[in-house]
Structure formats: C-alpha cells, structure tokens
C-alpha cells in the first residue's frame, strides 16, 4: 500500500457571502477514496473539471486539504507541516501538463535539474556527483548531456517533458504523478513518451498516478482505473474490467464518446451526495 | 532525434542576452549610454579631470567669463594654445568688466600641477589632465560668484548627483523587489499588512514628505552623513510604488508550473522568491528603475537648490543652481546655468535608455506566455 | 471542385537554402466533404490552412504553386478581394478558443459584426440570425449567449460560438484547424456531430487540421497525411484505414490501438 485516500474533500471558496449571501462553493474534491498500491499505475480519469488536478495537488501538500485523510505507506500525513512534510516529498513528484510553463525560461537545463536536488543536497556535495547523476538521468530519458547549457526555449514540447520526466527523477520518487503530460503533444510523441515511461518504470522502480481525458493512452499505462465526475470517484476497476464492462452511466458515456465518438443527448448525471463505492467483485467499485 | 538538430551558436543564449542584443542596436539608447559612461567617468575622476578643486576660490575673478583659448599669437602666427590675463574694473554702473591683458600669457599645459587632491581616496596627487599655472586662471564654463571654476565645480558636483541617483535607486529597488515579492508570494494577512504600508508611504505627497524627512535630520550632522541620510530618505519615498507593481506580478507568477515544482522539490519560500519569481519581474523592474533614476536626481537637486541639501563649499548641481535664481546674474552671468544643463542632459538620457530597455525586454515578457 | 491546390511550396523569406515549410502541396476539395489534413506538429499542416486565406505570416512567403477556390486564383487576389472572401465564402475556425473571441466585447456584437460588415440586413434581421446560427451549432439559450462575455461561457459553448461565427455568412468552405483538441472527450464527440450535421444542413466543405487521425477518420470522407511540409499519403477515409502504404501513416494508425 503507497498511497490512500479517505474521504477527501476540497472546497474552494467563490464568494465571502457578505450581507446575508451565503457563502458559496465549488467542491473540486468532494469525498474521495483512493488506495494505490506499488507496482499498480493508477489512472484518474474524467473530463475538465472534475477535481482530478486538484486531487494531484492535494496528493502533493500543495495546498492544505479541508477534510480527509491522506495516508502515505500506513503514515498519516495530512495534517503535517511543510517541515515535516519534506522528507516525504523525495517519494513522490509531479510532471505538469504544459511543459511550457513547468521549466523556469529563465534557467539553463542544468540549473533546473540541479533544483531537484535540493532535497539531496548531501548527497551531491561535489561537482562530479552532480554531473554523473544529471548524464545519468539524462541518458534514460533518451536525451545527450550537451543539452544542460541550453535553454527550455530551444527545445519541443516532447523534448521539454522528458527533460520534466528527468528532474522528477533525480530523487528517485516512489510515485511519479503525471498530469495530463502528454495531453498537449501530439500522438506520435504521445506514444513515445508512453513507452519511455513504461521502461523508465522497471528501471527506477517506480508506481504511476496518471491523470488524464485520454481514455486511448490511458489504457496503454494503467492497471487500474477511477473515473472521477464533478470530485467524486464514481467507478473504480481494474482497467480492462472498465474497458469491457463500464457500469456507471457515465463511464459509458465517456467511453461511448471516446472511442465511438458517440455521444447521447445532453444526460444529467445525478450524483448522490452521500454515495458509497460498492463492491462489484474483482475489485471492481462503483458509486451509489 | 536531437543529432539531427543544429542549435545556434555553442552555448544557449539566455533571455537576457536577447534583450541585450536587442538593446545594442538601438543606436539612440546607445548614444545615451556612452553619454551617461562618460559623465560617471568624468565624476570618478574629477579630481584629475578638472583643472581645480571644488573649493578653489579667486574674488578677484567673481563672476568671470569663459576664458576663451587662443591659437594664434599676435604675429597670426600658429602658437602652442595659451589664455591671457585679465584685469578687473568697474564700469559707471558698478558693474563688473572684464578686460583682457594681453601682456599676460599663460600657456595650456598639460598634467599640470595644481590643488592637491587625494585620487579615489588614498593616492596622493596634485597633477591634473590640463590647466594653467598659478596666477593664471582657466575658466572653462567662467566662474561663480567666487571665482571658483564652474567646469570643475560640475565634475565634482557630478559626484554627488549622479551618485546620489545610483545608489538611491538601488536601496529603494531592493526594498521594493523584496516587499512585493513576499507580499504577493504569501498573500493572506501579509500581502494585507505590507500593502498598507505601501499605501501609506504612497499617500503623502513626495516633496513634502522629503522636506519633512529632512527636517528630522539632526542639525549637526556633518555633510557627508547629510549625504546619505538624503540618499536614505530619497529612497525611503521611492519604494512603495514599485512594491505595489511588483506585488501584482508575483501573485500571478506564483501559480505558475514551474513555482508549484520547485515547492514539490522542496524548495524553501525564500529561495523560490528570489531565483524564480522575482527574477520574472526583472522586464518590468529594470525599466522602471531606469525611469525613476532622474527622480532622485531631481530631488536632490531641488533639495540642494532650497539650501537643505549638500552644503557649500562642496559642489552639487543642485546647490550651483541657487546661485543662479537671480535673474540679474543669469543676465549678466549666464554660464552660472550650465549645471542645469548637464542635470537635464542627465535625465533626458536616463528616459531614453530606460523606455529602450522597457522596449527590448518587452518582447520577452510576451515571449514567456507562449 | 471547391478548393484545389495545385504545387503549393512556402518557404522562410530570404532563405533559399532551407527546407520548405510547403513542399509542393497538392490537394482537391469537393463540395460537401470533410476533408482531413493530418500530420505531426512542424509537419505544415496548419500553414496550408492559413495560405489559402493568405494569413501567413510575414516571414514566410508562397515561391510556387496556385490556389483555386470555386475556380478563381486565390493568389491573384488584392488584400481587399482577400478580406472579402474571408468570412463570406471561406470561414475559419481556430484551437484555442479563449483568444478567439475579444474579452472586452459581448459575443452576440462580435458575431453582429460579421453581418455587419458583410451584409445588409437591419439590427432586427441580424440578431434574428444570430439567434438561429447560435441554434444552429447547439447553444439552446441564444439570448443568454447573446449578451455573455467570451469568459463566461464554457470551453464547449465558446467552440460552438466560434463555430457560428465562422459560418454565420454561410461560407462554402470551413477551415478547422484543431478545433477539438483542447476540448474533452464528451464535447469533442459533441462538436464532430456538428460538423457532420453543418456539412448535411448547410452544405458546406470543411478542411479538417487536426494530429488525431483517429477522431478525424470518423468523421471525414478523404484524408491526407503530411510529414515535413509533403503530402505523403492521400485518399478516402476507408482506403486509408485499411490499406495504408507510407510508413509514417502506418505509424499514425498504430498509435490509435
């Protein structure tokens, strides 16, 4: 057991509810329950707005969840302070969707890389351990060393993420959680980072939360399968089990409109407020 | 993939080396920029550069002329650059007139020897770049009304004036960098806190709060702690108006991709401030400060022309400049003007370099949003 | 034949030497076809969509070839003959939605400005229009759309009105250049209905741009690939899916399984 969630909730606040206007919010992350175990990639799949991020983020103490627990291999870490937090964030780390955006413009590759190892900063006390370990990683994201005196600019969309794949690697993180990485690349690229991921996991012995829409690439990396709605989780399955046999209306819309481009007519999905993940066998979960 | 790529030039070039590329072909900002080279230059070495010492008086002189330099001896022949003498008289309205002696003759000599002066401090010399010898004197831009030499008087007063700018700037631009950058970065009570503060200091009218400011500078405090106590309250009024700006830049970039990584790795607020927000605001900042340059010039200069900044006998442009509200003297005197001229001279380049940067790092701050 | 390119080679101003971005592009659209261009990124799809309404950019310019639309040479055209073409016979319809639409206008007087710049009818007959165009693609509640600003509407609902502002002249053509990809799935299949339904109702061509073959290939009647500024596959939509020739076609399909 990696990582568990229970009950977490995220409300975030829309307006102060001055002068007898109640205050209002949006439950990004509304009752979540998550187990991830090592060696099982996980996929969380819905469509914008359905609190995935956010859930990435809460995962990663980037900002204080409101209620709920999160549970990092059997410790309880929610209510940490970031002090004490920070031994835990060698365990898990984060490539961004925009790989515009996730590599300070500003810094040579080198410098970005050597951030990462803040954490390890004893570890890499001397020049020559620096250099062997940024080749190192370097090299198992298929990308020569001479890169490190350039700048992200100089770089594709599909060359700037395995230089994110990269960093995230440096601590050697138990987890890596990928949000929407290859959403804004196109799908030649999106298969070989795919791939690079797939080998990168025996080699660093690593586990996947993977964060998508992408119902296709999602099926080539995951071995189980939540599909979240409006911050609730509604199915969760193994992922062939949800391929062949989606038992949530809405998970049969998504992959209806996936797969089918198929899409029925304007349905509502009601979602209780107070539902409960029931077992179907096989460990396959859905909300009533 | 990557073999098959050639990248220009051997090492990446970094934003900021783009802008500068940008900046030097802007001829007029370059032309500004040696201009402003030379003038620092010229107050670094003033002692050397100017034939006489800020303090060097003459009352035979008062008011004097431009000495013109001749070429040419009274046979028309070509002779090595000399000035002659001058006597002075009074005409039937008690009015100064200066007549020239040609029976003296004072040539232009070069590394001359003059007032001792000690160069940057602690090296002991009295030659200087040109003059004339002792009893001659040389007036380039003539003389105040002691007698002493304007042109000197700029080089010495470009000390303080062009310094006075510089290091004001700098203190109140750290200030500001760092008080936006914590408010907009922790937001909450703290960006509450600070921004009232910011707006307190904004509130009071700039020129009264530097006259009230230096009203509480103690009476006896010598010139040179005047000096920076008017630096210290120059900056002090400065700060607030770029906290603000820089304030609203940090809290959009702090949700930016590479802010919320550097907090997954670990990185502790300060260091994040510092090497990837504030930096981000650099377009904008440097610019500004450029801008804002001849403000505190002017504010000195206002300060020493209402007699409450740097004290005579040391030179500012500023207090050159009281002599010369008399409009009688400037009629009969208008060379007592020229301090003016290099204070606008100044700032005129300042604005032209700061809009040229603003300019070339525009394109960058856009180029970030891609 | 709607559109026919015939040789189409674009290349960096002022620089022989280097690969072209358009390397003698050729392609012909029927009337009421979805025509699918699919590549790569750099692989000169986008650009092929925007030379033919000659919204290059500057640095690149056309060295050969020929654009006929409904018979004219669309590269003899002045800039006034461009314009008015734009919109009235060719409508564009772009990615990113958010910058489609000017924040500081309401979307109803943007889309009122095409009419009005195009058209005669009065203010009463124009939002009678809008109302039916904004019907048209969807949006059910025309009035409330009418006088939203581009932030207020959903990502979806913000395509749709770009859509029935690019086809609110009725053009022959519709150029889409990634239309659905930042969309979700759910709406992505919703919009490719209206495509279909666009081409049906209004009769129209739409030249689909897009780097998802697999969304494209249920939706259009002939497809063509391109790879570093060539066409290296063409053909229906069928042939293509089970017979594909090029390697790099080859590639695209696989990564569809």
Known sequence: ?288 | MIKNRTFGGDRGQSQFQMALERFKQNRLAMICFYVLFSLYLGALGADFLAPYSYGSEERNYSYCPPTMIQFFNEQKNLSRPFVYGRTLTFDQYQKRVYTTDKTKKFPLKFFVKGDEYKFLGFLKSSHHLFGVEAPGRFYLFGADSRGRDIYSRILHGARISLSIGLIGVIISFSIGLLVGGIAGYFGGWVDDFLMRICEIVMMVPGFYLLLALRAVVPDNFNSLQVYFAIIVILSFIGWASLARIIRGMCLSLKTRDYVLAARTLGVSNIKIILKHILPHTLSYSIAAVMLSIPGYILGESALSLLGLGIQDPYASWGNMLSDAMSIVRIKFAPWILLPGFFIFLTVVCFNMIGDALRDCLDPLYKGEEI | MLLKIENLTVKIKGNENTLSILDDVSLEIPPQTIFALVGGSGSGKTTSGLSITCLLSPALEIVQGKIHFQGEDLLNYSPIQMQRLRGKEIGMIFQEPLYAFNPVYRIGFQIEEVLKYHTLLNHKERQEKICDLLRLVGLNEPKRIINSYSHQLSGGMRQRAMIAQAIALHPQLLIADEPTSNLDVTLQAKIMDLFLQLKNQLKLSILLISHDLGMVSHLADEIAVMMNGKIVERGKTKEILQNAQHPYTRQLLEALV
């Open chain 1, 1 to 288: 057991m990696l990582l568990e969630l229970k009950n977490l909730k995220k409300y975030f606040l829309l307006n102060k509810g001055l002068f007898d206007r109640k205050k209002t919010y949006v439950k990004a992350v509304d009752g979540i329950n998550l187990v991830l175990k090592a060696g099982e990639n996980l996929s969380l799949v819905g469509e914008s707005g359905s609190g995935k991020t956010t859930v990435a983020r809460l995962i990663l103490k980037l900002y204080p969840s409101d209620e709920g627990s999160i549970f990092w291999e059997g410790q309880d870490v929610t209510h940490l302070r970031e002090k004490e937090f920070l031994p835990y964030r060698r365990s898990v780390q984060m490539v961004f969707q925009d790989p515009y955006s996730s590599l300070d413009p500003r810094l040579p590759i080198r410098a970005i890389m050597k951030e990462a190892m803040t954490l390890d900063r004893l570890k890499y006390n001397s020049v020559k351990r620096v250099e062997e370990r940024l080749e190192e990683l370097l090299k198992a994201v298929n990308l020569p060393g001479s890169i490190l005196d350039r700048y992200p600019h100089e770089f594709s969309g599909g060359e700037r993420q395995r230089i994110a794949i990269a960093r995230a690697l440096v601590l050697n993180p138990k987890l890596l959680i990928l949000d929407e990485a290859v959403s804004s690349l196109d799908v030649i690229i999106q298969e070989q980072l795919i791939k690079l991921l797939l080998s990168l996991q025996t080699e660093f012995n690593m586990t996947y939360l993977f964060i998508s829409h992408n119902l296709r690439v999602v099926r080539k990396i995951s071995h189980v399968i939540a599909v979240m709605v409006k911050g609730k989780i509604v199915e969760v399955g193994p992922t062939e089990k949800i391929f062949s046999n989606p038992l949530h209306p809405y998970t049969q819309q998504l992959l209806s409109a996936a797969f089918d481009y198929k899409v029925k007519q304007e349905q509502e999905i009601d979602l209780p407020s107070q539902g409960y993940l029931v077992d179907q066998g096989d460990g396959h979960f859905v909300l009533k």
